[in-house]
């Protein structure tokens, strides 16, 4: 350590930035300890020409920066920033309209800062595996939430569908511990929406918990009537109405 750092180092707040094949190393190493204070240690890159990444041991977040459009597709197992998905907790996406295939794939995410901005796609298996994520609220605004795209997410157990989402993919979250569901616009998104990716079940919610909980406005059950058939028959509405069909029908007239 340069003697000249000898008196100020528990007083600062800083990041170290190393490259990633150090970061472990910088991370563990008798320096960050010896600064103390609020420091912490970074790494990140280019990937694809459009997207930069960085990831910061203080916030355990991975930004991923673009410059407007889309987001590039990542392959399985081989993204940038592969090695440190069991030290990622959160996920923030910036200056993006869509997250790419297997962008966050496997990591230990336990949330997400979606772009305030409009997006058009959340892609196939973009979370593919994220078994930390526990409650999900998708984006206040975007198109299209694509089949798989938050595939054996097996600990999600409560999901929030804003009023700005318009579609959602069959088995966009096949999770067996889903048990609350709410929808917050008037007007139900498209379910089963064509992805051009086919699952075997054709339904948006595949493999709920047999027993659960779903939400919408006031005065907007006809809106949702077609929801009925995605859900098992022992779900219940926030008023404890069944919601299968022939409840609907015994309710409504419909």
């Known amino acids: 350590i340069p003697s000249s750092w000898l008196n100020m180092g528990a007083n600062w707040t800083g990041e170290i930035v190393c490259p990633l094949a150090g970061f472990n190393n910088y991370k563990n190493s008798k320096l960050l300890q010896w600064l103390q204070g609020n420091w912490s240690v970074s790494t990140g890159g280019q990937w694809g020409g459009n997207l930069s990444w ?6 355990e977040a991975l930004t991923l920066t673009g410059v407007g459009g889309d987001m590039p597709d990542l392959i399985d197992g081989r993204q940038p920033w592969y090695t440190l ?4 907790r959160k996920a923030v996406i910036d200056n993006f309209t869509s997250v790419g295939k297997y962008a966050f794939a496997h990591s230990s995410i336990k949330e997400i800062q979606w772009p305030s901005k409009r997006m058009k796609l959340i892609d196939y298996r973009s979370f593919y595996y994220c078994n ?6 998708l984006p206040a605004q975007v198109d299209l ?7 054996t997410c097996a600990q999600i157990y409560s999901l929030t569908v804003p009023a700005g989402v318009k579609a959602l993919g069959q088995e966009f979250m096949p999770c ?11 007007q139900m998104p498209q379910l089963n929406a064509d ?7 054709h339904k948006t919610f595949a493999h709920p918990h047999i027993k659960g909980a779903v939400s919408f406005p006031a005065g907007a059950d006809a809106n949702y009537a077609s929801l009925w058939s995605e859900l098992p028959e022992m779900w219940r509405t926030a008023d404890g109405q069944l919601t299968d069909h022939m409840a609907y029908t015994l309710r409504h007239g419909v």
Not at 176 to 186: D, M, N, P, V, Y
């Open 176 to 186: 067996s511990r889903l048990t609350h569901i709410k929808f917050e616009g008037q």
């Open 145 to 151: 939430v694509a089949t798989d795209a938050f595939e």
């Open 85 to 88: 998905n069991s030290q990622i």
């Open 54 to 59: 960085k990831f910061n041991s203080g916030t």
């Open 195 to 201: 992805c051009g990716i086919q699952n075997n079940s």
């Open 132 to 137: 930390s994520l526990r409650e999900l609220t």
